[in-house]
Structure formats: structure tokens, C-alpha cells
């Protein structure tokens, strides 16, 4: 077999065998294989497209291009949740203590900040001592004691995803959907998770714009994992506007707080609920979505899914009754206010305006090494559809320092649109994709 031939195959149009692309990854993550000619192939990929059958065989290639996480002696079943990726989106910090308290298992492996969306990481690495760097050891003992795990991806876990992301990255390559598929699916299988729900965003603030791109993508999920013998559901949620009230790494876990202690924001509450139903739905502990959904809020007003929460920022290090006692209080000393321009409804505050103001104060980050401020983010006193009077207070800004906070303000101010008349109301959770 020869790269070129493969290459040339998927050129033309042709369905790659399962061996031609096991002889591409293997090679290349082995090192026979050059850069140029993965970044040609890919290419390829991104005008031809793959066929479900190649995109699932790509999927299980990858996934054993390194280890995989084994779970075995640990009571499950084991469902994960992952996002696309969002601005304001804390969804799993509520979901996963929340799903644990009915008896089901979150191996959750997450990402860190990149570009204009958050990282689950760095927002639990802003309560002081938490980590998230477990050993697989570490990572077992803390899914088995409180129902859940939070850590980053080691590199051992598929390693072809890697270099061929960073590859994808330089290429021009990232924006394929059978590419993407495989990426994030080989990842989320190495973790354990026997199902999974994903929460597929589109809207100015997710990594799929389009809301036709997104459900592909969604669909693409599903069926190869359908393929793979895994069940999927995937949730298409809109991500114009930041989730809930507050965009930043410790503000973000104040907001999990309150969500856990019954006081959350109407639309992070949906939209984390609606995830969560589904977990418990594929964890056969429910029939059907709504009885899920109910399963949950009584789960949510009984207070475990709180408890698991501090029992599990316990045992990965960090101290709970420090987390309380900084609730409210643990700010950046560089802040700043936007206040509304005019009297009016807000219309829109754009999510993709806030996300990269969030990197600019330290929210987020631009490139992976950048380091991120615990105590930078945005609260928004008023959202969309809110009425305000000229000069009312809209958002309080924490940046990293004061320079940060003179180049994100343009940005916020930017971001908030207020017109005479109420918008039309959202369909927050607009389309559940589940395999045929
Ligand atoms: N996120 C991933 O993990 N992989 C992709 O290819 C795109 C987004």
C-alpha cells in the first residue's frame, strides 16, 4: 500500500477500506507517514467527504491509536455529556453532580479555553487547590467514591487526535464534519462513557455557526456512534447569547452554586436540565425525556447533587469551606461597569463579542500555553429582553489588569444591542437529534 494511492483515492471521490486508513494513521502517528502527506489526504476529506462506514472506521482507529481509560470494577452505568464548546457554558459543572446523585457515573475528561470559549478546566482549577491533572488511579478512586471525575486528557489517550488536530489546525482542515466526528468521538469513547449526550451549539458563540452545519454535525455523532455500538442523543442548543448570568473562571463556578442550590438562571437551568434528562434517559433510569426531567429537578431540590459537588471538589483537592467563603468576594481589584447607552429592551448581547472580550481580560485564552486569571469575567445585571433605562447598569467587568479591561470595553459596549421593541422569545433547546 502506498499514501499516494490512498491520497489519490480520496481525491477522486472513492470510499476509503478500513486497512487504507489504518495504514495513513497508524503510519503517520508512527512516524512513516510525513505531515504532508496526512495534510493532503485531509484536504481531500474536507472536499469529498467521508461515508458513514469510513468515518466510523477512522473513529475506531483513532480510538486505538492509544490507551483507553478502564473503568472495569467500578459499579456504572457510565453516560458522559460533552459541548462543542460555548461562552458562559457551565453546564457540567451541574449536570455531572446532578446525574451522580440518581446513580450514574460522569467520567468527564474536558478541555481548557481556547479562542472565545471556556474550558471546563479552568474553571474548576479557579477554586484554590482544586487539580485536575489525576492520575488514572486518581481519576478511578474519585468516579467510584463521589459519581464523577473532572480531568484533562492525558497523552496517552489517542494520540493520533493530537497531531492530527494541531495538523487539521495549520491546514485549513478543521471544518469537516466526519474529521470532527471522529476527533471528538474517539476521545469521548476512550474515556469509558458507555453513552454519550452531546450538546451540539450553534449561534455567533459556538464553534458551528450555522444552525444547518450544527445539525449535521449532530447527526454525524450520532449515527457513527450508533455504528459503534454506542447510544447518542445530541441536543441542539443556541449559543447567541452568553448561558446564564455570569462569563468568567470562578464566577462560573459561583453560577454551578447557585444553579445547585435551586437559584440558577431560567436559560442555563433549561439547557443543563434538558442535557442532564438525556443522560438519565440513555442510563435506562428513566422511559421516557420528561419523566427524566422530573427525576431531575427533584433530584436538584433535594440537595444532593450540592453535597456531591463539594464532596468532589474535596477529594480533588481543593477546600470547600474556602470555595464558600469566597463566594461573592473573590473578584479581580480591576473592574469596571457598562451601562446602557439608551432606554429600551435588550435585543441581543452577542456571545461571540463576549467571548473574545473574556480573552482579553483573562477569561480565556488565545494560545493553549496562555495563562487564565481566576477572578476576570463579565456579570450581566440585565439580559435579553430585559427593559433598561438609559444609563442603568448592564454588565460589571473584572479584567486580569487595567489595560485588559481598556481593550475588552469597546467589545462589551459592541456586544449589547437595545431597540424599542421586546425580540421575539428563543428556542433555547431547538432540536433533539437521536439515531434513526
Ligand atoms: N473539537 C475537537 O475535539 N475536535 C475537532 O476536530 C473540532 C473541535
Known amino acids: ?37 496526512v495534510s493532503a489526504w485531509a484536504m481531500a476529506v474536507y472536499f469529498q467527504g467521508m461515508t458513514p462506514r469510513e468515518t466510523g472506521a477512522l473513529t475506531e482507529i483513532m480510538l486505538h491509536s492509544g490507551k483507553t481509560i478502564d473503568l472495569s470494577g467500578i459499579e456504572g452505568p457510565f453516560v458522559d455529556k460533552h459541548s462543542t464548546g460555548g461562552v ?14 440518581l446513580g450514574i457515573k460522569d467520567p468527564m475528561m474536558s478541555g481548557r479555553a481556547l479562542g472565545h470559549t ?70 469521548k469513547v476512550a474515556e469509558g ?66 444553579c445547585l442550590e435551586g437559584k440558577g438562571p431560567a436559560d442555563l437551568m433549561e439547557v443543563t436540565l434538558e442535557l442532564a434528562a438525556r443522560m438519565v434517559l440513555l442510563a435506562g433510569k428513566a422511559p421516557d425525556a420528561s419523566t427524566a426531567r422530573q427525576l431531575c429537578e427533584k433530584a436538584l431540590a433535594s440537595g444532593k447533587p450540592r453535597e456531591l459537588f463539594l464532596k468532589n471538589v474535596e477529594a480533588q483537592g481543593g477546600k470547600p469551606e474556602e470555595l464558600l467563603r469566597l463566594r461573592g468576594t473573590y473578584r479581580s481589584p480591576h473592574w469596571k461597569e457598562v451601562r446602557a447607552p439608551r432606554s429600551g429592551y435588550i435585543t441581543h448581547i452577542d456571545a461571540y463579542d463576549i467571548g ?45 489588569d487595567q489595560g485588559s479591561l481598556e481593550e475588552a470595553l469597546p467589545l462589551l459596549e459592541g456586544a449589547l444591542h437595545i431597540e424599542d421593541a421586546l425580540p421575539a422569545p428563543r428556542n433555547l433547546v431547538a432540536k433533539e437529534i437521536c439515531a434513526s
Not at 458562559?88 to 446523585?101: C, E, M, R
Not at 479552568?122 to 478511578?140: C, H, M, Q, W
Not at 440585565?382 to 442603568?392: A, I, L, P, S, T
Open 356 to 400: 473574545r472580550a473574556g480573552v482579553l481580560l483573562g477569561v480565556g485564552r488565545n494560545t493553549t500555553s496562555d495563562p487564565v486569571s481566576p477572578t476576570a469575567g463579565i456579570q450581566f445585571h440585565h439580559r435579553r429582553g430585559d427593559k433598561v433605562q438609559n444609563g442603568e447598569l448592564v454588565m460589571t467587568v473584572w479584567g486580569k
Open 193 to 258: 462513557a458507555e453513552a454519550l449526550v452531546f450538546d451540539v451549539k450553534f449561534g455567533s458563540g459556538a464553534f458551528m455557526k450555522d444552525f444547518s452545519q450544527a445539525e449535521q454535525l449532530a447527526r454525524s455523532l450520532v449515527e457513527t456512534g450508533k455504528a459503534m455500538g454506542k447510544p447518542i442523543i445530541a441536543l441542539l442548543t443556541d449559543m447567541n447569547e452568553p448561558l446564564g448570568t455570569m462569563v468568567g473562571n470562578f464566577l462560573e463556578v459561583e453560577e454551578s452554586l447557585d
Open 88 to 101: 458562559g457554558d457551565k453546564t457540567s459543572l451541574i449536570l455531572a453532580p446532578l446525574v451522580a446523585s
Open 118 to 187: 471556556g474550558g471546563t478546566l479552568d474553571k474548576l482549577e479557579a477554586i484554590p487547590g482544586y487539580r485536575t491533572n489525576l492520575s488514572v488511579e486518581e481519576f478511578r478512586r474519585i468516579l467510584a467514591t463521589t459519581g464523577f471525575a473532572m480531568t484533562g486528557q492525558t497523552s496517552e489517550i489517542v494520540p493520533a487526535d493530537r497531531l492530527l488536530y494541531a495538523l487539521r489546525d495549520v491546514t485549513a482542515t478543521v471544518e469537516s464534519i466526519p474529521l470532527i466526528t471522529a476527533s471528538i468521538l474517539s476521545k
Open 1 to 37: 500500500m502506498r499514501a499516494v494511492d490512498i491520497i489519490m483515492n480520496k481525491r477522486n471521490g472513492k470510499e476509503l477500506s478500513r486497512d487504507e486508513l489504518e495504514f495513513l494513521i497508524r503510519g503517520y502517528v508512527e512516524g512513516r507517514i510525513p505531515d504532508y502527506q
